[in-house]
């Protein structure tokens, strides 16, 4: 992990001042460019095409770089913190103890091993006394407040018609495949892959002395199939307002009487009146299928949501049928080492303790002032594109205006940390999940007696990441991102602004996609639009969706247009602010060349710097099917060739592969 980080900072070194700007605080290098890629055939290539060549992808990686590659490193850091605290005695209840103790019952495989499936056995003991559709539902009430959902999914967060309150939402699951479209596509790498997973449920059912194994694993997989059918697909779960379906939990437990909402919301000791059923047809379904596939079956299928949940956390054998599956999805060819398997589970279990002590030892507090400047910056650069619009009125402008500006700014870490109460023990790493998982639960559903916590983060500080959440209105850039290639306190404005302004300008763009702008300044699902400039606007996400479907991966597998248009159309935006709040800067306004290039070209090659990963085929095949993100090669070509002054940074000509005539050049924000 060391020396990923270290070859990755050898990319973008630091170099001294050269002649043309003496007085720039730092140089940050744009190594490697390829002379023999045109910027306007291949910008991404251009940039990252030496880069792509010559890295390599390490045995237990998916892929290496940027963005979500770059919690790879992150992760050594954190790995630091857990080795130092679990070295040493902390008070009982401290962060410090309960994430070193924690840790190290985690990395003690032998006492691990020694356990083998008996952690599982009072579980399954309970399954075997299922004999009806009430017990079924009683086992899955009484497992969903101990982290296995099975057939239920449910989670807190605020009203989608009056965000002021919180609510219980109901969502599809039950899959053990990717996606409800792996059960029914035919290809040659989805065969692999569902092979792959029966293989998975055959092994678990044998390590766990379960008897006809295969006879078993066709079971589970034909009832996931039968959940699948009833799914929407990820394209449908898009539209907001189709996903949101109040009901009185008196009407749906009478309607659905199998699944028995009444009681299984008794059971978990919850007193609501009504719920929002996400995937309405799912539960329909469901609660249809309770009563037509035997019980016998069903206890089948409950022992394996078992296994799946807690394989990873079991004997070794479990755990490498566990990784053997996954590998197929990633394509990486090794497991990664224990302490990182370690430091994942504790960011998931623990991750605001572990946030708060990565936060001290690592985050530079200057970094916080300086993104909030860029951040506010940004907003003004969007204000003045609004009211530039050429196809939005008067009236809808102001409304976007107030929302823009009611957007909540969350930068680094929490104000408030994030408690945990769970009594963790060395040597009880299977129980010390289980106690995780309970606290996580009880923190969830007690906010259904409060109103939404607006000092509360959905991401842990160390990751690296941001994200725009519509019904809090806010934007949120964790530590973790904080840093090279997306910011460098040091580096001048045309690389910051190409690097974090470029995210911070996507997740603005964010809060007027085609999902953020369904909801209005606070949080609600409410028209702010005239019907007018919501049919323009609904056009031009159109010409999105058809511009990404059209760019391919993998020589034939197309972009999801329809999936990603979210995405893409913040990067559109994010790009354009971006580059307009770097307009107002000082180095944007000149034309001062730093090593040979332009401000203008900084920007940009920051741009395509930071979306800089190389990832493995399998990993990409699937990333295609099921990520709401462009691939990264898209995330840069596919904005850049409907932005102007890139053309003319770059002298962009006609008959280059990338270019697009100024009317197909796609502008929503």
């Known amino acids: 992990m060391k020396k990923a980080l270290y070859l990755f900072t050898l990319l973008l070194v630091i170099s001294s001042c050269h002649t043309e700007d003496k007085a720039s605080k730092n140089k940050i290098d744009f190594y490697g460019i ?106 899955v009430t009484a497992e969903l407040s101990l982290g296995n959902e099975s057939i239920i999914s449910m989670y807190v967060s605020p009203d989608n018609e009056n965000s002021s309150v919180n609510m219980l939402h109901f969502g599809q699951t039950g899959l053990g495949l990717p996606d409800r479209d792996y059960y029914f596509k035919s290809d040659a790498a989805t065969l692999e892959i569902q092979d792959a997973y029966r293989t998975y449920l055959v092994t678990l059912f044998t390590l766990s002395a379960q008897k006809e194994a295969e006879e078993k694993a066709l079971t589970v997989y034909d009832i996931e199939t039968k959940l699948a059918a009833a799914h929407k697909t990820r394209v449908e779960r898009r539209n907001v307002k189709a996903n949101y379906n109040k009901i009185e939990v008196a009407k749906v437990s009478k309607n659905q009487s199998n699944i028995g909402w009444t009681n299984l919301l008794m059971q978990l000791d919850l007193s609501v009146d009504s719920i929002d059923i996400k995937q309405i047809r799912y539960y329909e379904e469901l609660n249809s299928l309770l009563g037509s596939i035997p019980v016998s079956d069903w206890k089948v299928y409950l022992k394996a949501k078992t296994l799946i949940t807690y394989a990873d956390v079991l004997s070794t054998p479990f755990e490498v049928a566990d990784f053997e599956y996954t590998k197929v999805l990633s394509g990486q060819t090794t497991q990664i080492t224990r302490a990182q398997i370690m430091v994942q589970k504790v960011d998931r279990k623990l991750g605001f303790a572990l946030g708060e002590l990565y936060v001290e030892k690592y985050f530079n507090e200057d970094a916080k002032k300086r993104v909030l400047d860029l951040v506010n910056n940004l907003q003004k650069a969007f204000e003045n594109r609004i009211d530039q619009l050429d196809w939005m009125s008067a009236v809808t402008k102001i409304q976007a205006k107030e929302k823009l500006y009611a957007i909540t700014k969350k930068i680094g870490y929490p104000e408030v940390w994030r408690p945990y109460h769970a009594e963790i023990q060395k040597g009880t790493y299977f129980e010390n999940i289980v106690a995780l998982n309970k606290n996580a639960y009880e923190y969830n559903t007690a906010k259904l007696e409060l109103p939404p916590n607006r000092d509360e983060w959905g991401t842990t500080p160390a990751t ?36 974090i302004g470029m995210v911070i300008g996507h997740e603005l763009t964010h809060a007027f996609d085609d999902q953020g702008a369904q909801f209005d300044k606070d949080g609600n699902v409410k028209n702010w639009w005239t019907d007018e400039d919501y049919t323009k606007f609904e056009a031009k996400t159109q010409q999105m969706i058809d511009r990404y479907s059209s760019f391919t991966v993998l020589d034939t597998l197309h972009i999801k247009g329809a999936l990603t248009v979210g995405e893409n159309t913040a990067d559109n935006g994010g790009i354009s602010i971006a580059y307009d709040a770097f307009k107002l800067t000082e180095q944007g306004k000149g034309n001062v060349k730093i090593q040979g290039f332009t401000p203008d070209q900084r920007f940009f090659l920051s741009i395509a710097r930071i979306w800089r990963v190389k990832t493995r085929e399998a990993y990409l095949r699937n990333y ?15 904005p850049l060739m409907n932005f102007a002054p890139f053309y003319d940074a770059f002298d962009v000509q006609p008959g280059e592969k990338n270019y697009k005539s100024v009317s197909e050049r796609i502008k929503i924000w």
Do not use: C
């Not at 990441?465 to 973790?480: D, M, Q, R």
């Not at 990520?627 to 070509?637: E, F, G």
């Open 464 to 499: 690296v990441t941001a994200y725009y959440n519509p019904p809090l209105n806010e934007i949120v850039f964790p530590a973790g991102i904080l840093q090279f290639p997306y910011f460098d306190i040091t580096a001048d404005d045309a690389v910051n602004y190409g690097g």
């Open 624 to 638: 295609i099917n099921t990520n709401s993100h462009s691939p990264a090669i898209w995330r840069v070509n596919g």
């Open 34 to 139: 390829s002379e023999t890629i045109k910027p306007g055939d291949n910008f991404f290539e251009h940039v990252n095409k030496t880069w792509l060549d010559t890295v390599v992808i390490a045995d237990d990686q998916a892929g290496v770089g940027s963005y979500s590659f770059l919690n790879i490193p992150q992760k050594k850091l954190l790995e630091n913190i857990l080795t130092e605290v679990s070295a040493s005695t902390h008070k009982d209840g401290s962060i410090e103890q309960m994430l070193g103790d924690f840790y190290a019952s985690g990395m003690d495989t032998a006492h691990i091993n020694t356990r083998g499936f008996e952690p599982l056995e009072a579980i399954f003991t309970k399954i075997e006394s299922i004999d009806d559709i009430a017990s079924i539902m009683k086992f």
